[in-house]
Each structure stands twice: as structure tokens, then as C-alpha cells.
T-cell receptor, first 114, second 110 residues
């Protein structure tokens, strides 16, 4: 199993541009998550999904959109990039929401908005 | 809200035990404590989790106080590869959401 994969690894955007960060998992997990991590800080939850067709907001959803059309994929969309969105983005997945379910993280996408 | 409090940094001599404390005084009765670590800004890596009993696996041990208001992660024989930021997390339902704090930056010294 590849686990959780993310593309691209790095990206530089200009202010106002849009892009989609891709996330795929091959563990047949129901739950998927997007986090962002600013320098020197912990991860903050942007959006999460409990299954195909179902998404919900996390701590910091403003400026982002998500969709979940399949179990495997959970793309994150930035519509109008702003410098405040410069961060490292991590995707994660877990089997369910049981109290013992662990989250498995991808390697991250480093995004810079200039 | 992170729901946990950790010291910002710690040092440990190579080969010695590393004891990383965490306070979670507002933890609810059915919430688990999780520990993850992050090496060089890679994706966080799962270490261990527990509810109220002490837990041990191949990576570490987790000691939770009887009142569950604090816990300690123990790396029994720290190596240079254990240098990382360690996050203590209390899981929040619904959605299996994790709230990360700023963690403890552990430096293992040769």
C-alpha cells in the first residue's frame, strides 16, 4: 500500500490564482482530512470528510473548498490564493471515527503564495 | 483549542530515556490521548494512544495518571533519529478530529 499520497510536493502561486491540491489514499478509509501547518505551529484542521459525498468544516475553512466524490480522493481547492495561505498542507485518512482510530498522514504539499 | 499543554522544548542524551510530559486537564471520560511525532516537517507519524491504562508498543510507552489529567510519553532508549516535534493530542468527536498544539521539540544529543 502506498498509504496517503499528495501532489504536488511544492507549488508557488501568484496572488489571485487558483489551484487544487490532490490527495489519494489506498487503505479504503472512510474518513479523510485536510490540515495546514504554518511555520513553528501545530497542524490546524481545514476540512474533513466522513465518506463520499459528505464533507464538513474544521477550524480554518475560509478560502478553501473540498469535494469527496470517491472514497479514495479528497481534493482541496484554493480559489483566490492569498499570501496568508502560504503553508504546508497535509492530508490524512482514518478508517472511521471510533475513539481508537488513528490518522495516517501524507508527506505534505508546500505552498507559497507571492 | 488544543486541549493539551506541552513544554516547548527538551533535550535528551542519546541512549537515555526521554520523558515527554503533557497536561490535558479538561479531557473527557471517553477521550483518548494520542501521541504523534513530526520529523523535519514530514507528515506526522503515529506513535501510541491510550485511554486510562498504561500502554506500550515497539516505539514507546504511555503513562496516564489515574485522574487522566496528564500523561507522559517515554522513549526508552533515545536515538538521534528520535529528534522531532512530539504532539500530544486529545481526540475530539465528532469526526475523529485531532487538535494539534505546538508540541515539544525533542533534541537527542550525542
Amino acid at each position: 500500500n502506498a498509504g496517503v499520497t499528495q501532489t504536488p510536493k511544492f507549488r508557488i502561486l501568484k496572488i489571485g490564482q487558483s489551484m487544487t491540491l490532490q490527495c489519494t489514499q489506498d487503505m479504503n478509509h472512510n474518513y479523510m482530512y485536510w490540515y495546514r501547518q504554518d511555520p513553528g505551529m501545530g497542524l490546524k484542521l481545514i476540512y474533513y470528510s466522513v465518506g463520499a459525498g459528505i464533507t464538513d468544516k474544521g477550524e480554518v475553512p475560509n478560502g478553501y473548498n473540498v469535494s469527496r466524490s470517491t472514497t479514495e480522493d479528497f481534493p482541496l481547492r484554493l480559489e483566490l490564493a492569498a499570501p496568508s495561505q502560504t503553508s504546508v498542507y497535509f492530508c490524512a485518512s482514518s478508517y472511521g471515527s471510533a475513539l481508537t482510530d488513528t490518522q495516517y498522514f501524507g508527506p505534505g504539499t508546500r505552498l507559497t503564495v507571492l | 483549542d488544543a486541549k493539551t499543554t506541552q513544554p516547548p522544548s527538551m533535550d535528551c542524551a542519546e541512549g537515555r530515556a526521554a520523558n515527554l510530559p503533557c497536561n490535558h486537564s479538561t479531557i473527557s471520560g471517553n477521550e483518548y490521548v494520542y501521541w504523534y511525532r513530526q520529523i523535519h516537517s514530514q507528515g506526522p507519524q503515529y506513535i501510541i494512544h491510550g485511554l486510562k491504562n498504561n500502554e506500550t508498543n515497539e516505539m514507546a510507552s504511555l503513562i496516564i495518571t489515574e485522574d487522566r489529567k496528564s500523561s507522559t510519553l517515554i522513549l526508552p532508549h533515545a536515538t538521534l533519529r528520535d529528534t522531532a516535534v512530539y504532539y500530544c493530542i486529545v481526540r475530539v468527536a465528532p469526526g475523529n478530529q485531532f487538535y494539534f498544539g505546538t508540541g515539544t521539540s525533542l533534541t537527542v544529543i550525542p
